[in-house]
């Protein structure tokens, strides 16, 4: 083949890119295209990191020799003008599972047929690609642990290097976008992923230990990477293999696959409750509602995770879980709502993950228990027994020591009015 596009979508790496690795085997000259698509809406803090990302992107691509092309518009027509303009044979894309990106493949799909240009999918979102993985009589898994053991057999794909070399077509449409200087320290895009991936693998050995630990703060913070696809989630397991206690790490990138093959297979979970028969009517209280948002619920270790979000864009796992529970299971509140604004303010805000978790939480999702309830108080006891990072985030309860913070209303009537923190919403 002369000339292929690789039209990129949320897989921003040239490592572990088969789409990419496969059109610089197949094609003499590569052409890789990023269309920025208004109806696609992402919030400010995916925007400033998807920038980061490009390029980061772009200065990959032109080390090897090509570039990135940048146009905003429809993904489908752009594509297809593209191709048609530097006479492309072939157009490849990583295949993806949220209805808006199947929608957007079947759109290619016609138009690439209309102009005889052969469209070809790849994996590389997910480690195991989502539809792989079936019960007997089933489209996907609706519970975790046996998706869980039917993951583990599956053969993986192996990992790709980068291409070693990418040449452009002499005629290449211009970008809509001027070329931005990428900072040193953009905390966006692959270069900063690896790094991250480099820097963080030898604390996987006590993942288990300090996952849960809330001050700690001893994740990988490789989501957002993992949304963008800056980093193969294949390459990462790949890495992760082996090495002492990798197990539990692995098993959440495969939570990640779980979600992943849910949304293929239940495109509405973004709106509509996915267990049938589960108890989905919620009380509409706008206050209520904006003291959750705002981390004024009264309840330090949810007013700190609301407060994390808010400032950092990103909200350690533990923490989403007491927020999301408190939002819907002691106020009330429909878990659309709390989707929404995690989804708004989240690094790593994704389709799956985000609204997969919300259901879970909610109990309308795929937990075995969905009655079940955290108490707020005793998880912050448990997960951050110092009281550190509640301090860390509200700073109205500084001055309490220990775990005292965790339970300001038990304080004397005095004390408490000093601190001008308000009393809880709904009691733990
Ligand atoms: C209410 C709620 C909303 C969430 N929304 C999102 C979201 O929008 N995007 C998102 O990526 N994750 C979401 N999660 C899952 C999880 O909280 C984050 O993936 C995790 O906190 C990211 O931090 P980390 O990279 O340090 O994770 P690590 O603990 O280092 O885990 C490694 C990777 O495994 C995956 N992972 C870990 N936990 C989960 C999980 N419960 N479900 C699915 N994948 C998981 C992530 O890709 C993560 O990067 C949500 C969880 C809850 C309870």
New binding site residues.
């Given amino acids: 083949m002369k000339v292929a596009v690789v039209l990129f979508t949320r897989d921003l790496r040239v490592h572990d890119n088969p789409a990419l690795s496969a059109a610089s085997r197949a094609a003499e000259h590569v052409v890789p295209l990023f269309v920025h698509d208004p109806a696609l809406p992402a919030g400010r803090n995916r925007r400033w990191f998807l920038d980061e990302s490009l390029t980061d992107l772009k200065e990959s691509l032109r080390r090897l020799g090509a570039d990135l092309v940048e146009l905003r518009g429809d993904p489908v027509h752009e594509a297809v003008r593209v191709a048609k303009a530097v006479g492309a044979e072939g157009l490849g894309l990583a295949r993806d599972v949220s209805g808006f990106a199947r929608d957007r493949e079947r759109r290619l799909e016609q138009a690439c047929a209309d102009e005889r240009i052969a469209l070809k999918t790849f994996p590389g979102v997910t480690v195991v690609p989502p539809d792989a993985v079936r019960p007997g009589g089933g489209d996907h898994y609706k519970v975790f642990t046996p998706y869980w053991r039917a993951w583990q057999g599956q053969k993986p794909r192996d990992v790709e290097g980068a291409p070693r070399r990418l040449r452009l077509p002499e005629k290449l449409p211009k970008s809509w976008f001027q070329d931005r200087k990428a900072h040193p320290d953009a905390a966006g895009g692959e270069t900063a992923a690896r790094k991250r991936l480099t820097d ?1 693998l030898p604390h996987l050995e006590v ?1 288990d230990q300090f ?1 849960d630990d809330l001050a700690a703060d001893r ?9 963008f696809g800056c980093l193969s ?1 294949r390459e ?1 397991a790949a890495r992760a293999e082996g090495r002492a206690g990798a197990e539990p ?1 692995i098993r ?8 992943h093959q849910v949304l293929l297979a239940f495109p509405g979970l973004r709106r509509e409750k996915y267990r049938a028969g589960a108890e989905d009517s919620w009380r509409d209280e706008a206050d209520a509602f904006q003291a959750w948002q705002e981390g004024h619920t009264g309840i330090p270790i949810v007013d700190a995770g609301m407060r994390q979000l808010r400032s950092e864009g ?5 923490a ?2 007491i ?2 529970s408190y939002l819907t299971k002691h106020l009330d509140a429909d878990w659309r709502l ?2 929404d604004h ?2 708004d303010l ?1 690094l ?11 259901q ?2 909610a109990g309308t999702g795929n937990d075995t228990r969905p009655y079940r309830r955290f108490n707020p108080v005793r998880q912050a006891e448990r997960f951050d027994p110092r009281g550190d990072y509640v301090r860390r985030y509200v700073p109205e309860l500084a001055d309490l020591e220990g775990g005292a913070v965790h339970a300001p209303w038990k304080l004397p009537e005095a004390r408490r009015k000093q601190l001008r923190y308000p009393a809880p919403l709904a009691m733990p």
């Fill in positions: 963080w993942y996952h994740t990988s913070r490789l989501s957002p990477y993992l949304h989630p990462l790490f959440q990138l495969c939570w990640r696959d779980f979600y990103w909200m350690h796992n533990r989403r879980l927020t999301a709390g989707g995690f989804f989240l790593d805000g994704d389709v799956a993950n985000n609204y997969g978790n919300w879970w939480v």
